[in-house]
């Protein structure tokens, strides 16, 4: 019964590359939410999808950031031509409902990718 | 505005005390559901409690217990009788009924408990 699958859990770039980070969520969760934690902060929301649509990318910077989440395969959070500055731990979740009369869906965190920019 | 704080950067106690983290928030929803996770040295976060504004029952799970105070907007988190195991960063969150489900952290509380 596995759990939200992150990879790669840690991941080295050199200023100026691409970094894509993979997140596989619980089997049978169509929603996923992506956060950044910078060092010695709280988790900051980035964005929410749901299957091949993006539905809150109200935290997403808004340049050389993209998230995806296509009908197969695990969700994308690219980052083009990487800064110093996104050097961070970036956290994925997924709910299997999201949101609905009940309220928010408990969200389930992967165990993050580490992201150092040199 | 939805804000969450925890006002203890770091507590650190001896094990088998009986520690409080604080945790307060901010709203305008008048629907609103607040969580708990924790994030051990290992780096993952870990579910602890999810509850909703409408429901002002304390809870307690083992040695854990929360607090919800809604005329203070706080939602205390209590650890009894602590344990080593414990050491970890906890981290307190807000959802509100007028976004789409996303968390707001607060800055967390490190947890540090000593044998």
């Known amino acids: 019964n596995a759990g939200v699958m992150q990879n790669p859990r840690h991941l080295v770039r050199r200023r100026g590359q691409e970094a894509r980070l993979r997140c596989s969520p619980v089997?049978?969760?169509?929603?996923v939410y992506w956060y950044r934690q910078l060092p010695e902060e709280g988790l900051k929301f980035m964005v929410y999808?749901?299957?091949?649509?993006?539905?809150?990318e109200s935290g997403m910077p808004k340049e050389r950031f993209s998230a995806e989440f296509p009908k197969e395969g695990p969700s994308i959070l690219r980052i083009q031509q990487v800064v110093r500055g996104d050097s961070a731990a970036y956290f994925c979740?997924?709910?299997?409902?999201?949101?609905?009369?009940?309220?928010?869906?408990?969200?389930?965190f992967g165990p993050g990718t580490r992201l150092t920019v040199l | 505005a939805q804000k969450v704080t925890q006002a203890q950067t770091e507590i650190s106690v001896v094990e088998k005390e009986d520690v409080t983290l604080d945790c307060v928030y901010e709203?305008?929803?008048?629907?609103?559901?607040l969580f708990w996770y924790k994030q051990p040295p290992s780096g993952e976060l870990v579910f602890l409690i999810r509850r909703n504004s409408f429901d002002e029952q304390n809870e307690i799970s083992g040695r854990y217990s929360w607090n919800f105070q809604k005329s203070t907007s706080s939602f205390n988190f209590t650890i009894t009788a602590s344990q080593v195991v414990d050491s970890a960063v906890y981290f307190c969150a807000l959802s509100g009924s007028s976004n789409t489900g996303k968390l707001i952290f607060g800055q967390g509380t490190t947890l540090q408990v000593k044998p």
């Open positions: 979740a997924s709910s299997p409902l999201g949101v609905s009369r009940g309220g928010p869906d408990t969200q389930y």
């Open positions: 089997k049978g969760h169509s929603h």
């Open positions: 709203t305008r929803d008048t629907t609103y559901y």
């Open positions: 999808l749901q299957k091949e649509n993006i539905i809150d």
